[in-house]
Structure formats: C-alpha cells, structure tokens
C-alpha cells in the first residue's frame, strides 16, 4: 500500500504530555474567529505562535506531485521546522512568511525524529486568542510581580479584539505578560498600575521572549 507523505508526517503527531516544552500558546478556531481546515483530533492541538521569526521559506513536490511549503521558525526555544501542506497555503501566505516576522497557528508533531509545525493559519500580524482552560495549559503563581506602569498598553488583534500588555519584574529578571481581551477590566488595569501584584496565568511566548498569559491580577 502507498503512504503518502502527508499520512507519514502527522502519524507521528506529539502527545500534549511532551509538548509541555514547544512553544505556543493553546488556542481554538473559535478564539481566532478562523475556520480551518483540521483533521480530526488536531483542533484540542492547535496553538499560536504570535510574531515569530520566520526563515528559510522554499517549496518543494512530494512524490505524489502536491506542492507544500516548509520553512523554519525562530523562537526563544530555538529553531523548529514547519511545513504548510498544499491546499492550506496561498501566495500570500508565502509573501507573510518571506517577509521575515509572521503569526502561525498548527499543530505540533514530528518529521525524521524532530518537532515540526504543520501551520494551518498565517498572519502578517498578531492573531487574538483567549485563555484555555486550566485542563489544558498549567497556571502558575507569580508572587510580588514589580509592573512597570509606564509599560501598560493596549493593541488591537487582526480579530479587532483589544489586549492589554504589560512588563513585570522578579528575581532580577523582567518579563512581557498579555491579558486577553475578555479577561481584563478597568480593575486589571488598576491592579496592575499598583505596581507589586500577584499574577495568575501561562506561560507562553511573544516575538520570540518568554511571555506571561495573565488571567487574574490580585494586589
């Protein structure tokens, strides 16, 4: 029986026990106001990468004549590979992908024995998402948080939803942290500008930097 490319590479597809160490924040179609085309399982998968370092873009023909399109993506990480199968990406796809800085949701899975990424969804800019339940992503505490106040901002996703960002320091070290648009409220805002909190959340990435998914803010 012939096995197509395309049925080798997603047999291996990685438990979510082991994925604990890829990067990606856990999302939903639903959360990123997309339909996309999923085989099934791969939907309680899917996570975003937003603004993530993008190199290498080339196509190549599988031996069953369909043209896909591989290329890697920098993170903080480190480089992982990933492919977007034909019939999922269109030239601008590619052009977003070329153009160096890139927002990818897919699923993670394995091609000759290393993670790889098979994107599902390519933006120019950073796709909005909502928190996952606990079930599927570990919360973690952050005692005594030191927000720097000046940093608090706000941005509109391509989904015209707004998010709040922020930056915190501990132990010496200052992380980015995000508060999904229906998470937050003028009393997140207030909390944070208070400057010494407790932050509630995951953790995932941004740009390539260790970011914090935050879900409650306690002063």
């Given at each position: 029986m012939k096995i197509s490319f395309r049925q080798v590479f997603c047999t291996?597809?990685?438990?979510?026990?082991?994925?604990?160490?890829?990067?990606g924040q856990p999302t939903s179609p639903q959360a990123l106001g997309v339909t996309l085309a999923l085989r099934t399982g791969?939907?309680?998968?899917?996570?975003?990468l937003n603004s993530v370092r993008?190199?290498?873009?080339?196509?190549?023909?599988?031996?069953?004549?369909?043209?896909?399109?591989?290329?890697?993506?920098?993170?903080s990480e480190g480089p992982f590979d990933a492919i977007m199968f034909a019939g999922d990406?269109?030239?601008?796809?590619?052009?977003?992908?070329?153009?160096?800085?890139?927002?990818?949701a897919g699923v993670w899975g394995?091609?000759?024995?290393?993670?790889?990424?098979?994107v599902k969804k390519v933006?120019?800019?950073?796709?909005?998402?909502?928190?996952?339940?606990?079930?599927?992503?570990?919360v973690v505490r952050i005692d005594r948080a030191a927000v720097n106040p000046t940093s608090i901002g706000k941005f509109t996703s391509a989904a015209q939803k707004v998010h709040v960002t922020y930056t915190f320091t501990v132990?010496?070290?200052?992380?980015?942290?995000?508060?999904?648009?229906?998470?937050?409220?003028?009393?997140?805002?207030d909390a944070l500008r208070a400057g010494t909190v407790t932050l509630?959340?995951?953790?995932?990435?941004?740009?390539?930097?260790?970011?914090?998914?935050?879900?409650?803010?306690?002063?």
């Open positions: 291996a597809l990685l438990l979510l026990g082991a994925a604990s160490a890829l990067p791969e939907a309680a998968k899917l996570v975003l993008v190199s290498g873009v080339h196509t190549f023909t599988s031996a069953s004549g369909r043209t896909h399109l591989k290329f890697t993506l920098g993170t990406w269109t030239a601008a796809d590619r052009r977003a992908l070329e153009s160096g800085s890139a927002s990818v394995t091609f000759a024995n290393r993670p790889s990424l098979t933006s120019a800019t950073p796709m909005g998402t909502q928190p996952v339940p606990a079930a599927a992503a570990q132990n010496g070290k200052t992380y980015q942290g995000v508060v999904y648009a229906g998470t937050w409220t003028s009393a997140t805002l509630y959340g995951t953790w995932s990435s941004f740009e390539g930097k260790p970011s914090f998914v935050t879900r409650r803010v306690d002063r």
